[in-house]
């Protein structure tokens, strides 16, 4: 079994930051493509960010380079940095990882999600 955790979340003001922690744990091989996606009310799931083992990432909204996603292969833990935070941001985040195990590869998993309120 493989699960991710995530964590950092919580209200805070605009213009604010949160830092989000996703941490990868269970029977793995290896973690591949790691994803920060999120969802608002009533909206669909929207990809964030993602980032390679490698390091390379990917936003997938546009948050004009408020956000950084970023992770520690050693620990199997992506974060996401979030500054200048606005009303906007308030959804739900979720960590998506592309997980290797000794009986599968390529299969994804998802986090339980973590709650960020932007609200004054």
């Known amino acids: 079994q493989v699960q991710l955790v995530e964590s950092g979340g919580g209200l805070v003001q605009p213009g604010g930051s949160l830092t989000l922690t996703c941490a990868a744990s269970?029977?793995?091989?290896?973690?591949?493509?790691m994803y920060w996606y999120r969802q608002a009310p009533g909206k669909q799931r929207e990809l964030v960010a993602s980032i390679t083992a490698g390091g390379q990432t990917n936003y997938g909204v546009s948050v004009n380079g408020r956000f950084t996603i970023s992770r520690d292969n050693a620990k199997n833990t992506i974060y996401l940095q979030m500054n200048n935070l606005k009303p906007e941001d308030t959804a739900v985040y979720y960590c998506?990882?592309?997980?290797?195990?000794?009986?599968?590869?390529?299969?994804?998993?998802w986090g339980q999600g973590t709650q960020v309120t932007v609200s004054s």
């Open positions: 269970g029977s793995i091989s290896s973690v591949r493509i």
């Open positions: 998506n990882a592309n997980v290797y195990t000794s009986w599968h590869s390529g299969d994804n998993y």
